[in-house]
């Protein structure tokens, strides 16, 4: 975009008059980018986030291209095309809410429940549990001297793999994760683009990290731990991941399988012959994982707006299917949220893709801080999906699922 910078230079005399012009170029202007970015929906992320640290990233799962992409805090990038001052340098890179860290692409956390995705397609796949195998949940699960306990106490009784993703079980993935083992975990988590670069066009991607019994030998120099893995069965422990891996992840899940390579850029006019020229979409391959997978855990991740716990994101307009997160921060007595410092409070996730029948958009929204997935994040991913389905003009959708009961006020 920015083109080549044009230059005079001339010959004066001693009293700085111009004699003449000795060399002249002229500027020559950069290329026009045509973006993905949906400029109202990128708006509406941003006022959605307001003063809270955070990301919010929508993508289409067809294409890879990315409609929305916040983050906050941000700065006024105005100040950089101008004379900066000292002190607004230092005002920045000073600020606590690290602006200039784009948390879309940079921010890695851990991705707590919505990291059951990917576990579940691998318990199907590698048949560690079928789809109507249930494991009893008394609200812990004991290994060794350790209880690894449940959000809910008390437990979620028998569960199946629809239920405990619908009500998000975590001693049911406990138990997967110790019977599956972290190198099979690694494997499909990387299989769904975690642990590794989704290849958007921006610097300084980050990774975040797919932990493996390999990983830990090569960075700790240390074995890994049968405790660990049961901790990364929830998204927890050392598996770390950004927003926009994790809105690749649900496109790939609404594709069933299929996942593009996330893009910001459609097309770019040459200034000097007004050629347009469109950038094909990029696949960068699919998940090994029998269609029927990928039908039982779409149909979970539906349940899981409608009755489980994401009901907050339930709509009247379109169906949505969806997976909440509560992601530790910090090892802390169960206690009032109140009484706990909000830079120690767990962050809130919640990863959805709409419609259910026929996918045009995957959604993820991070809040740092602010507690429980299905209370604090859903609700933003709910309003970015209907300004989307509003903004866009959509084809009637006939739903295939003829199984399933679509007639309640179309919302799922």
Same mark, same amino acid.
């Given at each position: @975009?920015?083109?080549?910078?044009?230059?005079?230079?001339?010959?004066?005399?001693?009293?700085?008059? *111009?004699?003449?012009?000795?060399?002249?170029?002229?500027?020559?202007?950069?290329?026009?980018?045509? $973006?993905?970015?949906?400029?109202?929906?990128?708006?509406?992320?941003?006022?959605?986030?307001?003063?809270?640290?955070?990301?919010?990233?929508?993508? !289409?799962?067809?294409?890879?291209?990315?409609?929305?992409?916040?983050?906050?805090?941000?700065?006024? /990038?105005?100040?950089?095309?101008?004379?900066?001052?000292?002190?607004?340098?230092?005002?920045?890179?000073?600020?606590?809410?690290? +602006?200039?860290?784009?948390?879309?692409?940079?921010?890695?956390?851990?991705?707590?429940?919505?990291?059951?995705?990917?576990?579940?397609?691998?318990?199907?796949?590698?048949?560690?549990?079928?789809?109507?195998?249930?494991?009893?949940?008394?609200?812990?699960?004991?290994?060794?001297?350790?209880?690894?306990?449940?959000?809910?106490?008390?437990?979620?009784?028998?569960? !199946?793999?629809?239920?405990?993703?619908?009500?998000?079980?975590? *001693?049911?993935?406990?138990?997967?994760?110790?019977?599956?083992?972290? !190198?099979?975990?690694?494997?499909?988590?990387?299989?769904?683009? $975690?642990?590794?670069?989704?290849?958007?066009?921006?610097?300084?991607?980050?990774?975040?990290?797919?932990?493996?019994?390999?990983?830990?030998?090569?960075?700790?120099?240390?074995?890994?731990? /049968?405790?660990?893995?049961?901790?990364?069965?929830?998204?927890?422990?050392?598996?770390?991941?950004?927003?926009?891996?994790?809105?690749? @992840?649900?496109?790939?899940?609404?594709?069933?399988?299929?996942?593009?390579? /996330?893009?910001? *850029?459609?097309?770019?006019?040459?200034?000097?012959?007004?050629? $347009?020229?469109?950038? +094909?979409?990029? +696949?960068?391959?699919?998940?090994?994982?029998?269609?029927?997978?990928?039908?039982?855990?779409?149909? %979970?991740?539906?349940?899981?707006?409608?009755?489980?716990? %994401?009901?907050?994101?339930?709509?009247? @307009?379109?169906?949505?299917?969806?997976?909440?997160?509560?992601?530790?921060?910090?090892?802390?007595?169960?206690?009032?949220?109140?009484?706990?410092?909000?830079?120690?409070?767990?962050?809130?996730?919640?990863?959805?893709? %709409?419609? *259910?029948?026929?996918?045009?958009?995957?959604?993820?929204?991070?809040?740092?801080?602010?507690?429980?997935?299905?209370?604090?994040?859903? /609700?933003?991913?709910?309003?970015?999906?209907?300004?989307? @389905?509003?903004?866009?003009?959509?084809?009637?959708?006939?739903?295939?699922?003829?199984?399933?009961?679509?007639?309640?006020?179309?919302?799922?």
């Amino acid at each position: @975009m920015r083109g080549m910078a044009g230059q005079k230079s001339v010959e004066v005399d001693a009293l700085g008059h *111009v004699k003449r012009a000795a060399v002249v170029e002229k500027p020559e202007a950069g290329n026009d980018l045509y $973006l993905t970015i949906d400029v109202r929906l990128q708006k509406l992320a941003e006022d959605l986030l307001g003063d809270e640290q955070g990301a919010i990233v929508a993508l !289409d799962p067809n294409n890879g291209d990315i409609l929305a992409m916040a983050s906050r805090p941000a700065f006024d /990038p105005n100040i950089l095309s101008r004379e900066l001052t000292a002190k607004q340098w230092v005002e920045i890179v000073q600020d606590e809410g690290r +602006p200039l860290n784009n948390r879309a692409s940079q921010g890695q956390y851990p991705p707590g429940s919505t990291f059951k995705i990917p576990m579940a397609v691998a318990a199907l796949e590698t048949k560690t549990m079928s789809p109507s195998s249930t494991i009893h949940c008394t609200g812990g699960y004991r290994f060794g001297k350790r209880l690894y306990r449940d959000w809910k106490v008390g437990g979620h009784g028998y569960v !199946d793999l629809h239920e405990a993703l619908v009500h998000s079980c975590d *001693v049911y993935f406990y138990s997967v994760g110790q019977r599956m083992g972290i !190198d099979v975990m690694a494997e499909f988590g990387k299989d769904f683009g $975690l642990g590794r670069a989704t290849g958007v066009e921006l610097p300084s991607e980050r990774f975040g990290i797919m932990p493996s019994t390999a990983w830990k030998q090569k960075v700790k120099r240390q074995s890994w731990l /049968p405790g660990e893995t049961i901790s990364a069965a929830i998204g927890q422990g050392f598996v770390t991941v950004t927003p926009l891996q994790m809105a690749s @992840m649900m496109a790939t899940v609404a594709n069933d399988g299929v996942n593009y390579r /996330p893009r910001l *850029v459609h097309a770019v006019m040459d200034r000097a012959t007004g050629n $347009l020229q469109e950038l +094909p979409a990029v +696949p960068r391959g699919k998940i090994n994982a029998k269609p029927e997978t990928f039908r039982i855990i779409k149909d %979970a991740l539906a349940d899981v707006v409608t009755k489980g716990t %994401a009901t907050r994101a339930k709509s009247s @307009m379109v169906t949505i299917g969806g997976k909440t997160g509560t992601a530790q921060v910090a090892a802390l007595r169960p206690g009032p949220e109140e009484n706990i410092p909000k830079k120690l409070r767990d962050h809130a996730w919640f990863v959805a893709f %709409a419609p *259910v029948q026929l996918p045009k958009i995957a959604v993820v929204v991070l809040a740092e801080h602010m507690g429980h997935g299905g209370a604090a994040a859903a /609700p933003l991913a709910k309003e970015v999906i209907e300004a989307y @389905m509003e903004l866009t003009p959509q084809a009637p959708i006939i739903s295939e699922l003829s199984d399933r009961n679509w007639s309640d006020g179309g919302a799922f």
